[in-house]
């Protein structure tokens, strides 16, 4: 078995610099929206969550390829390329919508930090979008769920969650609109659970139970629940709601409102295409 060593390749590479650059873009973007700009809005907050546990995590798996431990990890249990491939896709989802957001909601001609902050976001987001590419087009790294269709479809899946998440408003007094927070909030936490259980590969193998069937169940109990969610939120939210005449993309309600019934239906649609999939695969049909 391989001994952790120090290994100063795994920065002077191109991977490690490109880790490096990622660490010190997110960093720079979250430092210069922090000074800056401090609105407490979910957008706002989401962003900087994101601009702060990106490093965090390029940092962790540059540490552990620096000293080898991957390599320990991939005897013991998890499928480490598959691991990193879905971060750096997950990372790419995410900081893509950090510049979209802040973009929209931030970048306007009076304040100049809000152009520059949306730079440095879309150069984060490039540079995770670099190694998703480098990844995939590398044939020597595994795909086993992550950085293949099951897997990919889970992370977005997640990523639209988060989305809508952040987007929710104008649900209270609404019993309806509760219950379709409620839909959110159920297979949420479920799809990081899923994930993490294929990609230890031998955790996967000593269950006592086909994981396949208990994912099939959650993505039925998944799609039915955003079905509900996708006749009730828009039912209610625009009932003698019309769009204003005067509604900007960035602070009118009644398109924030508009974002969670497009994503509902976006997230409707993956599931459904989730269990189509896992259906075929349990059925002998090869997955890629």
């Known amino acids: 078995m391989d ?8 920065l002077t590479s191109t991977r490690g610099a ?10 720079l973007t979250f430092l210069v929206s922090a000074i800056w700009s401090q609105p407490n809005h979910t957008y706002w907050v989401y962003c900087m969550v994101i601009w702060a546990l990106c490093p965090l995590l390029t940092l962790f798996i540059t540490v552990i390829e620096m000293l080898l431990i991957h390599k320990l990890i991939l ?4 499928d480490w390329d598959d691991f990193t491939t879905g971060m750096a896709m997950m990372s790419s989802l995410t900081t893509f919508s950090c510049a979209v957001i802040y973009g929209n909601f931030y970048a306007r001609r009076k304040l ?3 152009w520059g902050v949306t730079i440095l976001a879309v150069i984060s987001c490039v540079l995770y979008c670099i190694e998703t ?3 995939k087009r590398d044939a020597t790294r595994s795909a086993t769920y992550v950085a293949a269709l099951p897997g990919f479809l889970k992370i977005l899946e997640a990523f639209v969650s988060c989305i809508i998440f952040v987007s929710l408003i104008g649900y209270v007094g609404k019993p309806a609109l509760q219950w379709c927070i409620v839909a959110y909030a159920i297979p949420f936490p479920i799809i990081p ?10 955790l996967k193998k000593c269950l006592p139970f086909s994981i396949d069937k208990l994912v099939i169940i959650f993505l039925i109990i998944s ?7 996708a006749i009730l939120w828009p039912l209610y939210s625009f ?10 993309g960035n602070s009118c309600i009644w398109s924030i409102q508009f974002i969670v019934t497009f994503m509902t239906y976006v997230n409707l649609l993956f599931f459904i295409l989730d269990l189509v999939f896992t259906c075929l695969g349990m059925c002998g049909f090869k997955r890629s």
Request: proline letters at 7%; hydrophobic letters at 45%; charged letters at 15%.
């Open 3 to 10: 001994k952790v060593k120090f290994t100063p390749s795994a």
């Open 18 to 27: 490109l880790h490096m650059l990622q660490v010190i873009m997110c960093v």
């Open 75 to 78: 005897h013991l249990c998890m």
């Open 112 to 114: 100049i930090w809000g």
């Open 133 to 135: 590419f480098r990844d």
């Open 193 to 202: 659970i899923i994930i993490i259980t294929n990609i230890m590969t031998k």
């Open 223 to 229: 799609v039915l629940l955003y079905a509900s969610a």
């Open 239 to 248: 009932r003698g709601n019309p769009k204003p005449k005067d509604c900007p």
